[in-house]
């Protein structure tokens, strides 16, 4: 009786000193400095570079509302990879548009959350640098279609058959006529929204949506079953259906508009959901990350809030306060940040910071990693490195303090852009003045839950939401 209590309290003690042992273990790549904060991480140079596609493990399946994110031109992409794929310097050119687009409309934009129902849609609204893909399915039978998502865009729209004019896609064509539950909103209705250029064709609503690189979505305006997941279907969903659309590239079906207006899924799931959706974007273009609707009180715990307003009632908007970089907050006078918000945005790839603090930001991470060979500069980066000859590198921690005491520890991924292992490059850019609008770019949200409590207006983060 004693020999075997002893041993259970033995293993209790090991199962003690291993758990111990684990803990230390797991702070070995990641330091702490004076004030408590996380000054460097380890991290191996295979994980900043594109890998085949590994196995999904986002701990977010279960969800019911969950779908799957993926990076468009990825390993992982349901999307038949381009034969003309963009390279980096297209890709980011057009990044660059979509950044200054996004600046322009939100130039005389008001800071706070406007009545989602006095918006109509922008003739010119969103672009089309969106880097990651979901895919739902749509009428009846279900369809499936793989559409990009975007925090900046209202309309949730995919090309229709008859195509006037319609770019290559990887899935067929969505033909309405094929479908049960589809149906043309009419003109007279309160639904149609008679945005921008659109008018009505008979008594038929249309739409017309031109974006900032000068592609464009035009056709019937519509509604149709939306099918998230086997058991989440929303009836009825306000689409585009778009028989003239032009001026997209990698073969998705569309684009699935998150922001906060009437019109926008997230309003028009309203009852269901509560206005309330987070993603989290994977490490590399190698993993799974997700897209969930509603909320999840299991991934809610460990989300910290930042007050969330609107810009130019089309963006969602959080205060930056001061980055800590390698454990020290850099210094960046505070009239710098404490201007309006800075845009979140899901379809933009690199975060822009006033070219004072990203100047301080590059000092200070060039000084932490003077051991490292550099490399060519990258345009638009200026800091690149040439990991070729090494396995692990320890990278000096960067930490975005944001209004409401929200820290967030970027992760390895969301400080590079990996082109090869011999030009690795600090994935920030500097806006031509300090007085321009700073957008927190997708680069930087990776491996995060960024959850959008669009009701409660507030942003969380927390971390661990994917790999
Ligand atoms: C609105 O934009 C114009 C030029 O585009 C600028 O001169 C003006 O100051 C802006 N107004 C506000 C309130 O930002
Ligand atoms: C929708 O409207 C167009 C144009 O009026 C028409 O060709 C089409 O048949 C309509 N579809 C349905 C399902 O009513």
Redesign the pocket.
């Known amino acids: 009786m004693e020999g075997s209590f002893l041993r259970v309290l033995n293993r209790a003690r090991l199962f003690l000193s291993l758990h111990i042992l684990m803990i230390c273990f797991m702070h070995k790549g990641y330091p702490y400095g004076v004030e408590g904060k996380i000054t460097s991480h380890t991290t191996s140079v295979s994980s900043l570079l594109p890998s085949s596609c590994l196995p999904s493990t986002s701990k977010a399946s279960t969800r019911k509302s969950t779908l799957e994110v993926i990076h468009k031109r990825g390993p992982c992409s349901p999307l038949a990879q381009d034969p003309n794929p963009l390279n980096h310097t297209e890709i980011l050119l057009r990044d660059e548009s979509r950044v200054k687009w996004i600046q322009s409309q939100s130039s005389n934009g008001s800071d706070g959350l406007k009545a989602s129902a006095a918006v109509s849609l922008p003739a010119k609204a969103g672009f089309m640098a969106q880097d990651y893909v979901v895919t739902i399915g749509l009428g009846t039978p279900t369809k499936h279609l793989t559409l990009e998502i975007d925090t900046g865009s209202p309309l949730t729209w995919t090309q229709c058959k008859p195509c006037k004019s319609c770019y290559p896609q990887s899935e067929p064509i969505f033909n309405?006529?094929r479908s049960l539950s589809?149906?043309?909103i009419s003109c007279h209705s309160t639904s149609c929204p008679h945005f921008g250029t659109s008018e009505c064709?008979?008594?038929?609503c249309l739409y017309h949506i031109l974006y900032g690189d000068q592609s464009s979505s035009a056709g019937?305006f519509?509604t149709e079953k939306l099918t998230i997941t086997p058991t989440e279907v929303i009836n009825n969903f306000k689409f585009g259906c778009g028989e003239n659309n032009g001026g997209f590239t990698g073969g998705s079906a569309g684009l699935i508009g998150l922001s906060n207006d009437k019109i926008s899924i997230v309003e028009q799931t309203a009852a269901k959901y509560g206005k309330y959706f987070s993603y989290c974007l994977p490490s590399s273009t190698s993993s799974r990350g997700h897209l969930t609707f509603g909320k999840d009180d299991r991934a809610v715990s460990s989300v910290r809030f930042t007050p969330l307003s609107m810009v130019s009632s089309q963006f969602y908007g959080i205060r930056i306060l001061g980055i800590t970089l390698g454990g020290k907050r850099l210094p960046i006078p505070s009239t710098v940040f404490s201007g309006r918000a800075a845009v979140i945005d899901s379809g933009t790839t690199i975060t822009l910071l006033p070219p004072t603090a990203y100047s301080a930001l590059r000092t200070a991470f060039r000084n932490k990693m003077a051991k490292y060979k550099m490399a060519p500069a990258l345009t638009p980066f200026d800091t690149c490195y040439d990991f070729s000859k090494e396995s692990k590198i320890t990278v000096p921690s960067i930490i975005f303090s944001f209004a409401g005491g929200v820290d967030v520890d970027l992760d390895p991924n969301g400080i590079f852009y990996s082109e090869k292992a011999s030009q690795v490059c600090l994935a920030f850019v500097a806006n031509r003045a300090d007085s321009d609008l700073v957008i927190y770019g997708n680069v930087q949200q990776k491996t995060f839950e960024v959850v959008y409590d669009v009701a409660g207006r507030k942003l969380g983060f927390g971390p661990n939401g994917c790999s």
């Open positions: 309405p006529s589809y149906a043309n064709a008979g008594s038929t019937f519509a």
